[in-house]
């Protein structure tokens, strides 16, 4: 009976300095909350380091649905724009092009060019983990662009060094 129980300690132990040695073995990484909600991206600046691989977690805390955009905004001019040339053009300019981004979670759309991720768009309430290893540093633009909500605020920086 007690060998029994010291058994069932032992094991579970073991089992618990499995889960750390797995972590650890994973090596460090960038834990990052971003919300979404009206009309911004809290918090409004997301500072990564390069060569450090990232675990971003992506939440949507507002009422309607948002999007999750990085891009480099360079000279646009996005004001009286058309949206679908707007969102192509941004797609075209994103961060993720040439990076491996795994998507895990629910989202209501993820949308890729090719195998790059361009955009993500989250339901109230949805929230999804992104992993990937940056590379390009440099300032570049988070956005939000469904009609009105950029124009709102729904806009942050995302930092690379
Ligand atoms: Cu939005």
């Known amino acids: 009976m007690r060998a029994g ?15 750390q040695r797995g ?8 834990v990052v909350e971003l919300q979404m909600k009206e009309f911004a991206f809290v ?10 691989p990232v675990e971003l977690r992506l939440v949507n805390r507002g009422v309607v649905e948002h999007e999750f955009m990085v891009y480099n905004p360079g000279h646009m001019r996005m004001a009286g724009m058309d949206p679908d040339v707007m969102h192509r053009e941004l797609e075209a ?19 890729r060019m090719g195998k790059d991720l361009a955009m993500i768009t989250l339901a109230p309430g949805e929230r999804v983990v992104l992993r990937f290893m940056p590379k ?16 709102a605020g729904m806009k942050g920086r995302w930092v690379v060094r």
């Open 136 to 151: 390009k540093k440099g300032t570049f633009e988070v956005g939000c662009h469904i009609p009105g909500h950029y124009e």
């Open 5 to 19: 129980l010291i058994s069932v300690i032992t094991v579970f132990v073991v089992m618990g300095l499995g889960v």
């Open 43 to 52: 918090p409004a600046t997301v500072t990564l380091r390069a060569g450090v």
């Open 93 to 111: 300019r994103s961060y993720f092009r040439g990076l491996d981004v795994r998507v895990e979670g629910k989202a209501k759309k993820v949308e």
């Open 23 to 30: 972590a650890g073995a994973a090596g460090p990484r960038q």
